[in-house]
């Protein structure tokens, strides 16, 4: 007899068909069959304002995006069916890098497929056998992916906690590497890490340090740098990963660094060399995008406005939100149990809004999530509209 | 440090987390007779690695089921 390998996700088709059969829709089929604009598309049917996309500064439909994106396909075509280290590598690979490198004043860019593989190859790489990796206990998949596709040590310490990360620093071995893994912004809560006292910390203690910036790109730090420069640390950072399919607006990931053997990493690093590279569009469109972010000084003083007045406005609502004041672009409401969740998710929609239901284990301390991220270009009404969706849902959820 | 003496601390840390108040020998498991979490696992390993001082990272973690096997990985880190 044959065992059936999938009877391991019975527990995951159970949950699922527990959720659906309420005759709720779908959290996790939604279809956008059109997209409008940065914040709008039309979902199942229905128009919606999306609240929930991480296109925080709306560059999916800038004019000078899309018609670099054009002039790549009609020059370059639609892939380069190649690795980076191979076929792969084109005039608009090397200018996505060069704009990489000004945007962040450092001296290497290196440009993956996706951030998921940025993380996973530079982490996996870096840190080898005998080499020990500390990482924030509420990293993102792709980081922990990384420590496990790696063959390094893994020690993980409570979320944000200094002390916690500082001990576990002092307990490593004498003469072994470190590599200590923090994110600027961590996306679950929406919440930023004290990089300054951390970053202090792990260099106190001889490690190099890695900080993931994707949630923060574009409209954290004078030149939207991140949280490392807006604390004033960036230059102690030894490398920090991005992606290009947030604030960037395409797909792609990255990591900058002013080590000087960096370049070494285009040779010795596996998710990078095995795979194909990015379509030559993604690329110009990536690059345009990079250049414009520079300034955006404009659209990041509205993305803020946002953001506080989206917080503040939930807050007055009665919604517990997963954190005090408004620190990212992300504001996530803390639902009291998934049922309560996924019903209120598909009264929004119904209402005409799209956020992110986010659930364990993806979460941490197992809470269900109503993850809003905004945008840039979603106007002073548009979120009002939305606060008025959020409180006739939370009323008729029974939840405010 | 000898085994005795590792073990009773061993079991002191793990009251709190010890939910349904299970009996614990060297067999028992803490994914399946204490029902440990993802999250409970790592409060309880925070708790045992700050009493030893010491280090058990994830890769170690793995190898450790049962009771039995964490106090015999105490102390052989805690040699160390």
């Known amino acids: 007899m044959t065992g059936d390998l999938f009877s391991k996700f019975d527990d995951i088709i159970a949950l699922r068909q527990s959720l659906l059969a309420g005759g709720g829709e779908d959290p996790f089929s939604l279809v956008m069959e059109k997209v409008l604009s940065p914040t709008r598309a039309i979902c199942n049917g229905r128009d919606t304002i999306l609240l929930g996309t991480y296109n925080y500064m709306g560059m999916t439909f800038d004019p000078d995006v899309i018609q670099a994106g054009k002039d790549a396909l009609d020059n370059y075509g639609a892939g380069t069916t190649g690795s980076r280290v191979l076929n792969g590598t084109y005039q608009g690979h090397k200018e996505c890098e060069e704009a990489l490198k000004e945007f962040y004043g450092m001296d290497h860019a290196m440009v993956f497929s996706t951030g998921y593989q940025a993380n996973l190859g530079i982490i996996s790489t ?71 006292e951390m970053i202090a910390v792990a260099k106190a203690n001889g490690a190099m340090v890695l900080v993931d910036e994707a949630h923060s790109m574009g409209f954290i730090g004078e030149h939207g740098r991140g949280v490392a420069e807006a604390q004033g640390v960036l230059e102690d950072v030894d490398f920090v990963i991005g992606t290009f399919s947030k604030s960037v607006g395409t797909v792609g990931g990255f990591c900058v660094s002013n080590h000087p053997k960096f370049e070494v990493l285009r040779l010795v690093c596996r998710p990078y060399v095995f795979t194909a590279s990015l379509p030559p569009s993604v690329v110009a469109t990536a690059a345009t995008s990079i250049r414009k972010l520079m300034h955006g000084g404009e659209k990041r003083a509205h ?85 008025g969706m959020f409180e006739r849902a939370g009323k008729a959820v029974g939840i405010i | 440090m000898d085994r005795a003496e590792v073990e009773t601390r061993i ?70």
């Open chain 1, 303 to 387: 993305l803020w406005e946002n953001s506080r007045t989206l917080h503040g406005g939930l807050k007055q609502l009665g919604f517990q939100l997963g954190t005090d004041a408004p620190q990212s672009a992300i504001i996530a409401v803390i639902m009291p149990d998934l049922q309560k969740g996924a019903a209120m998710w598909e009264a929004l929609l119904k209402e005409g809004l799209y956020v992110n239901l986010a659930r364990p284990p993806a979460t941490p301390a197992n809470m269900t999530l109503l993850r809003c991220s905004l945008c840039a270009e979603h106007s002073a009404e548009q979120v009002q509209t939305i606060l």
């Open chain 1, 126 to 196: 870096v840190a080898g056998k005998g080499d020990y990796i500390v990482l924030d206990i509420d990293s993102h998949a792709s980081i922990w992916d990384g420590c496990a596709l790696g063959n390094a040590e893994v020690v993980p310490f409570k979320h944000n906690d200094i002390d916690a990360m500082e001990k576990r620093l002092k307990r490593i071995p004498e003469g072994a590497g470190k590599l200590v893994v923090l994110e600027g912004v961590y996306s679950m809560l929406g919440d930023i890490a004290p990089l300054k």
């Open chain 2, 11 to 80: 079991r002191s840390l793990i009251a709190p987390f010890n939910k349904k108040g299970a009996d614990i020998a060297d067999a028992t498991t803490f994914a399946g007779d204490l029902e440990f979490d993802s999250l409970t696992v790592m409060d309880f390993v925070a708790a045992i690695e700050d009493e030893f001082d010491i280090i058990i990272s994830m890769n170690q973690q793995a190898e450790i089921e049962n009771f039995g096997q964490l106090v015999d990985a105490v102390c052989k880190l805690s040699d160390k």
